[in-house]
């Protein structure tokens, strides 16, 4: 080849920097150039073409490379994604370090010969690998814990990365990172592999652990008898290095300002601990870590770590551990929906706390199907640790009496007697002691008797905590105990109370005593078979005879179940004869509840109830039968009672069906007396006027049978009648028989009232001849009064009577003349003298007239008439027409002078025996008026 056309340097250089690296290395052959350029330059691609993904192929280029400065330089830089690539890259530039330091450390170092800056990188190099070789095993490692973590916090995290932030990092601050984010891999790989650089500061990494941790995933301190053990320590290499001595690493050290303040400032607030320790020392570290715990409200992992602390070996703890368990016990027991958030109860505030006001958490929850299991798992095991909480250290029975008073309380008493059933039935004396809730005899029957005689329980509660009481086998009937309960509850106000007075009474007088209680259930039963509970307090107090009598009333009216119900529970006759037995026997010949009462009594409540019930024909054998047993004419006072109960509240007239049905049924039990006659007059009208007679008592709205009882004037019922049917006047009898009925009997006035309502009414409906008829009848019936009667009663017969009439009479429509001059006498006749002058100033228009209105003829044909209907006898009102001048003269007589002189000169005259101007009348008129 020409000399032209050899390559050269030139060459050379141009496919190295065209990347023809083996062009370049062939030439660099020919050249006999250094090949380092090339690797160099290939090494240099390699790592920007493809950064961490570097594949060992590429790794094999820096054996080529003889310049081992550079080599150790880019291999403490390079760092690749796979750990192999890694271990190779660092392998490389420890062997390159080695082959350089090795003359310095036999040289220089074991002579302690000064140090060149050169010799002092070189032996830092040789660290560095060392140290990285180590941290990359340690990487390896725990890289699956940290690439997780990292993924869902970040996502991916290259392991290139993560290893160079690593590889540098300040292990005592990498170890707390690890800690506080729970990653127990990590941390136990850096004690175990780098324990040198992170065992003094343990106990205040572990610290760090958030408190929500378990602690069995860490590795803990743990202690034998006084002392710390040995951690497990792994390092990646048996032997020291030279360069890591102590002495040689203070000559090699860089000092870079932001490094060592950083390193200063991490040393001061971290705690470092001699290693190994005391174990009281890790004591004390396992009960900071569960008070921690505690003060944020994690008392269950506060007793996680004690427990934990005590399999690690730490002794001395136990009382702590147990006042752990029962905070937890009494947090999740008690009722913290209730609480706020802010409010939790730790250790501390857990200590202050009375040992009643824990139980009353501790049993907060539960309820009749736990009780027992409550009381055997929580309240009986509480109440023995409280004593040994006791700081006194005195035997009382305090503890004891924490169970009896949360079972006395109000809350349970009150509310929850089946609880005390529940836990009283697992303290029979038939139990096993050890199985027992309140195991004192004594105790049980105490508490027995303050709850059943304070409260006010169920039957059924009260006969299962009877059912409990023990009975006592040894008993000093000598013994001075009170043995009545009505001695011991008039002092207490409360079952605590109660229970607490009874604990001076022994076994004699807790005997008395349920024997007396025995009694008064045997009578509660009776009352609640009745549905009339009274607290067994009540036969303890000297009862009244109007509170025996209240209840006996009680008793026999829920029986009855009210008039309209009619009581369903007692439908058969054998029903009621049971409760006059019990209510009889309940009398107990004078000493039972009822002893004040005397039987009569008692019969006539039952009696009573008996009728309002319905209960007609059991009442009739019972009063009328062969064996009666009430007199009659008390049956009779009950019987009345009865159907006017029914009566008034009947909300229908009709007497055929409903409450005045019963009412009526109720009056056929007795033979029909006058009072029972009145009774059934009054059934029958108030039918007539409702329910026949649709009377209102106000438009719409008809009567209600008690309003016809309440009535005040029940003719004012009769006006309302006969204002409201059409042509009831015409029915006079009908009417005055409802009069009668209506309690007015015979009563003059009444009838003369009703009738004159009745000619009213006619009038009204110009009916003239039936209201002139009507006029005779009520001027018959004035006439012919009891002249014995009261004057103001004839008084008001008289008045009722003339006004009608005198009405009658002035009607000008009123054609037929002879009539009026009828109705008018009557007027005149039955008037006051006062009112005469009114009735004869018509009279006389009427008689002035009267010739040529009345023919002979006619008044042959009225004189005819023999009918009192139609016309009267010639000693009738005919008599009076035919008197017509003396009627004139009469009328002069009266109208003469100064008019009539008043009552006072009319009552003188007739004291006098002088002729009053009646008589005067009397005898110008005549006939069968005043016969």
């Known amino acids: 080849m020409a000399d032209s056309e050899k390559p050269t340097t030139r060459d050379f250089l141009i496919h190295l920097n065209q990347g023809n690296f083996q062009a370049a290395t062939d030439l660099a052959d020919d050249l006999d150039l250094d090949k380092d350029l090339v690797y160099k330059a290939q090494w240099t691609k390699r790592i920007q073409e493809r950064g961490p993904q570097i594949q060992p192929k590429d790794v094999e280029l820096l054996d080529h490379i003889k310049d081992d400065a550079w080599v150790m330089s880019h291999c403490l830089e390079t760092c690749a994604n796979e750990p192999a690539v890694q271990q190779q890259i660092l392998g490389i530039g420890e062997s390159r370090s080695q082959t350089l330091t090795a003359p310095i450390i036999a040289e220089k170092l074991n002579n302690k010969v000064d140090l060149t800056a050169k010799d002092k990188t070189l032996l830092r190099c040789r660290w560095y690998f060392l140290k990285y070789k180590d941290r990359l095993n340690t990487f390896e490692k725990i890289w699956p814990s940290l690439s997780s973590a990292a993924h869902q916090q970040t996502g991916d995290v290259s392991f290139s990365t993560a290893y160079a932030q690593f590889r540098d990092s300040n292990l005592v601050a990498q170890a707390i990172e690890f800690a506080r984010s729970e990653n127990n891999v990590a941390l136990d790989a850096l004690f175990m592999h780098h324990s040198s650089d992170v065992l003094e500061q343990r106990l205040?990494?572990?610290?760090?652990?958030?408190?929500?941790?378990?602690?069995?995933?860490?590795?803990?301190?743990?202690?034998?008898?006084?002392?710390?053990?040995?951690?497990?320590?792994?390092?990646?290499?048996?032997?020291?290095?030279?360069?890591?001595?102590?002495?040689?690493?203070?000559?090699?050290?860089?000092?870079?300002?932001?490094?060592?303040?950083?390193?200063?400032?991490?040393?001061?607030?971290?705690?470092?601990?001699?290693?190994?320790?005391?174990?009281?020392?890790?004591?004390?570290?396992?009960?900071?870590?569960?008070?921690?715990?505690?003060?944020?409200?994690?008392?269950s992992n506060a007793l996680e770590i004690s427990r934990y602390a005590q399999v690690m070996g730490i002794t001395g703890i136990e009382r702590q551990i147990s006042e752990y368990e029962w905070l937890c016990k009494y947090v999740y027991a008690a009722d913290r929906a209730a609480q706020q958030e802010e409010s939790y109860v730790d250790l501390e505030r857990f200590k202050q706390m009375s040992s009643y006001e824990i139980l009353e958490g501790l049993l907060s929850h539960t309820n009749v199907s736990v009780i027992v299991d409550d009381m055997l798992r929580l309240a009986l095991p509480w109440i023995e640790f409280a004593k040994k909480r006791n700081v006194t250290g005195k035997v009382s029975r305090k503890e004891e009496f924490l169970l009896y008073r949360w079972l006395l309380g109000p809350g349970v008493v009150d509310n929850h007697l089946d609880w005390c059933c529940a836990v009283f039935e697992n303290s029979k004396p038939t139990i096993e002691l050890s199985d027992r809730i309140i195991k004192d005899d004594l105790d049980l029957s105490r508490l027995v008797l303050a709850i059943v005689y304070s409260g006010n329980g169920s039957m059924e509660h009260l006969v299962r905590l009877f059912e409990c009481l023990p009975?006592?086998?040894e008993i000093d009937e000598n013994s001075k105990d009170p043995v009545d309960m009505a001695d011991i509850v008039p002092k207490a106000t409360s079952p605590m109370a109660i229970f607490t007075e009874l604990q001076s009474v022994g076994a004699f007088g807790l005997t008395q005593m349920m024997d007396k209680l025995q009694n008064h259930l045997s009578s509660s039963e009776v009352l609640h078979r009745y549905n009339t509970n009274v607290p067994l307090k009540w036969y303890l107090e000297q009862q009244s005879v109007d509170s025996q009598r209240q209840l006996c009333i009680r008793m026999s009216s829920q029986a009855a179940g009210g008039v309209e119900s009619g009581g369903p529970k007692f439908d058969r006759d054998d029903d009621w004869r049971e409760l006059l037995d019990d209510m009889v026997r309940l009398n107990g010949d004078g000493q039972g509840i009822f002893g004040k009462l005397d039987n009569a009594e008692i019969l006539e409540i039952f009696f009573s109830s008996l009728l309002r019930c319905g209960r007609f024909k059991l009442a009739k054998e019972l009063i009328l039968g062969s064996r009666r047993i009430m007199d009659i004419t008390k049956a009779e006072h009950l019987v009345i009672d009865a159907e006017r109960e029914f009566f008034d509240n009947a909300t229908s007239g009709n007497m055929n069906s409903g409450s005045l049905k019963k009412a009526w049924d109720c009056l056929k039990i007795l033979p029909p007396t006058t009072e029972i006659k009145k009774e059934i007059d009054l059934i029958q009208a108030t039918h007539s006027l409702i329910y026949e007679y649709k009377v209102q008592d106000r438009p719409g709205i008809l009567l209600m049978p008690i309003q016809i009882r309440q009535a005040k004037d029940r003719l004012e019922l009769i006006s309302k009648l006969i204002n409201s049917r059409a042509g009831m006047y015409q029915r006079h009898e009908q009417v005055l028989e409802l009069v009668r009925k209506l309690g007015y009997g015979d009563d003059l006035?009444?009838?003369?009232?009703?009738m004159s309502m009745l000619a009213s009414a006619a009038l009204v409906e110009e009916d003239y001849l039936a209201s002139y008829q009507l006029c005779q009848i009520i001027a018959k019936a004035a006439?012919?009064?009891?002249?014995?009667?009261?004057?103001a009663y004839r008084d008001e017969i008289d008045q009722s009577a003339w006004q009608i009439c005198f009405s009658l009479g002035k009607v000008e429509a009123f054609k037929d003349i002879s009539r009026r001059l009828d109705v008018l006498a009557m007027a005149m006749t039955l008037s006051p003298v006062d009112y005469m002058s009114d009735v004869l100033a018509i009279w006389r228009k009427l008689d002035e007239n009267l010739p040529d209105q009345i023919s002979l003829a006619e008044l042959g044909t009225v004189n005819g008439g023999g009918d009192i209907n139609t016309r009267q006898t010639d000693k009738g009102w005919h008599g009076l027409l035919q008197n017509a001048a003396q009627w004139r003269n009469l009328s002069d007589f009266l109208t003469s002078g100064s008019e009539f002189e008043g009552h006072k000169e009319s009552e003188a005259n007739e004291a006098s025996g002088s002729k009053r101007k009646r008589d005067i009348i009397r005898d110008t008129v005549g006939g069968w008026l005043f016969q």
Request: hydrophobic fraction near 35%; glycine fraction near 4%.
């Open 783 to 791: 006439l012919d009064k009891d002249t014995k009667s009261p004057k």
């Open 471 to 473: 009975i006592f086998d």
């Open 749 to 754: 006035l009444a009838k003369v009232k009703a």
């Open 204 to 299: 205040f990494i572990l610290s760090q652990i958030p408190e929500t941790a378990d602690p069995s995933r860490f590795d803990l301190p743990h202690v034998t008898h006084d002392h710390e053990d040995l951690w497990l320590e792994e390092p990646w290499r048996g032997e020291q290095d030279p360069v890591e001595q102590g002495w040689v690493q203070d000559m090699i050290r860089l000092q870079v300002p932001e490094e060592t303040e950083y390193l200063d400032r991490l040393k001061g607030g971290i705690q470092t601990t001699t290693y190994p320790t005391s174990a009281a020392v890790i004591a004390e570290w396992y009960m900071d870590r569960a008070h921690a715990a505690d003060c944020i409200g994690l008392s």
